[in-house]
């Protein structure tokens, strides 16, 4: 197993006492650490090197980043380190970024949420024929209750061109598009196991919806798809003895689609579930839990593995990579933000349901804005129906543009993407306002991603506390400039800042006086 660059060379053995060389000490994860005591057995210290002479009360193995979380996962996966790029939507976490996270070890995610067909199909094939051979990447799969015929068009395009990996995200029901995804390709091996041809991640933030993909796929569901053709009777029979997804990533206060819910409380509940679900019906493998949502420093990927999470998730940090496919006048504007600069917005997939998204509250005007728009379609069943000042003020604050205008737009655009859509609205006022309100939602992302500097103050742009966490700890480091923040070099040194965290933690539990300098851990460029 090669080594990360970038940590101080070996030193003779020497037993040190004081705090500037105890946190020297406890940095060198990659060397043996005796602790011991002087004669009196009063004085902790630290040693490298072989065991010295004197009172050694125990020695800590060397630590990797590797091994901070579950080897099943990585060995499951084909990854070096136990870490996943999450899927950032509308293709902001792009091809080439999860090309670089194939080809450094790890695990990444293209973010098909929000994509037309076309578009996504253009990403897949392009990925499937750079990564041929590779397990070590995938797809996202996102909820979309207002387009089921796109959900379950994207998940058959998954499975033939043999996506190796998906993540599910969003769901608050299971579909049939990711029941499909979950059981098709199901077979025994010659030893009994149940094996599956592409491995699922499902996203959850609240245990009823986790719940849903530690058990078994519903049996109407297997039968309705089994019925279409799109299972054999075998695969129904197998997918009825397994969860519907072998990996939970549990996300808590993340960017974009969240519930707020804080991880220390969120993955212990996710993982006394998953035990008791596995206890229940019998499973021969653990299902494995990953943790997501607020993770931008060294210490919060190091709390994550200590909360026994077998895998992290990062997301929105990722959005300042050089790989991402946001502009640079978004970036810029993630990389001067801080914990409290976000706000919750309208999601546009799901806004008729009210279900909302975080944001960057700094430097755009999105989220109140979009907050107008779910009030005037709550409280109005038409644009027919909307008071005439309420409606120059949507035109001239929000819209920039007339409502019949707009409409004219989405018009066009429905009529590409899926002409149903016009057919409803000619009968269904509401759902006709809801297609005009989702219009300035939907390109509120867009124009962040090619950077219309018109529309700065309408950037939607989703973002959780970690990005200003993120940006703090970057802040006087080569990683504070944003030519620097490379999707791999940003995962390299958060897992290697959690694992000098990891042994720090470890030796304070061993009496070690250790100073508050041996809990930091300043970015380095790694290979």
Known sequence: MSVLAGHAPALPSRTVHSPDEIADRARRIREPVHIVTDPSGREVGL??????????????????????????????????????????????????????????????????????????????????????????????????????????????????????????????????????????????AGDGRILRRCRILAKVSRPEVARKFLTPAPPELLRRLVTEGELTSEEADLAAQVPVAQDITVEADSGGHTDNRPLAALLPRIVLLRDELGRRFGYRQAVRIGAAGGLGTPGAVAAAFALGASYVVVGSVNQTATEAGLSDEAKAMLCEADIADVSM???????????????????????????????????????????????????????????????????????????????????????????????????????????ESARRSDYQIWCGPAMGAFNQWAAGTFLAHPANRSVVQIALNLLEGAAVLTRAHQLRTYGVPLPDSAFTYTPVRLA
């Open 345 to 451: 917005a309208p999601a546009a997939d799901m806004f008729e349901w009210g279900v909302k998204l975080q944001v960057l509250s700094r430097g755009t005007l999105f989220a109140r804005r979009a907050a107008r728009l779910l009030a005037a379609y709550q409280e109005h069943d038409s644009l027919e129906e909307l008071p005439q000042p309420l409606r120059t003020a949507i035109e001239r604050d929000v819209l920039g543009a007339s409502v019949d205008e707009v409409w004219q737009r989405t018009r066009a655009f429905w009529h590409q993407r899926d002409r149903s859509e016009l057919t409803r609205a000619e009968t269904d006022a509401k759902h006709r306002m809801a297609l005009v309100f989702r219009w300035y939602l939907g390109n509120s992302s867009r124009w962040a991603i090619t950077g």
């Open 47 to 188: 040693a490298t090197g072989p065991a010295p002479s004197g009172p050694v009360l125990g020695t800590l193995p060397p630590l990797y980043p590797e091994w901070l979380g579950g080897r099943a996962f990585c060995e499951a996966h084909g990854v070096r380190f136990p870490y996943v790029a999450g899927e950032m939507a509308n293709g902001i976490a792009t091809t080439r970024m999860v090309s670089a996270m194939a080809r450094a070890e790890m695990l990444g995610f293209f973010g098909a949420g929000g994509l037309g067909f076309a578009e996504v199909e253009r990403a897949v094939r392009a990925l499937a024929d750079e990564l041929r051979g590779r397990a070590n990447w995938g797809v996202n799969l996102i909820h979309s209750p207002a387009e089921p015929a796109l959900e379950f068009r994207v998940a058959k395009l998954l499975l033939q061109r043999g996506v190796p990996r998906i993540s599910a995200s969003a769901f608050m029901e299971l579909t049939p598009a990711v029941v499909l995804c979950s059981a098709r390709g199901l077979h025994r």
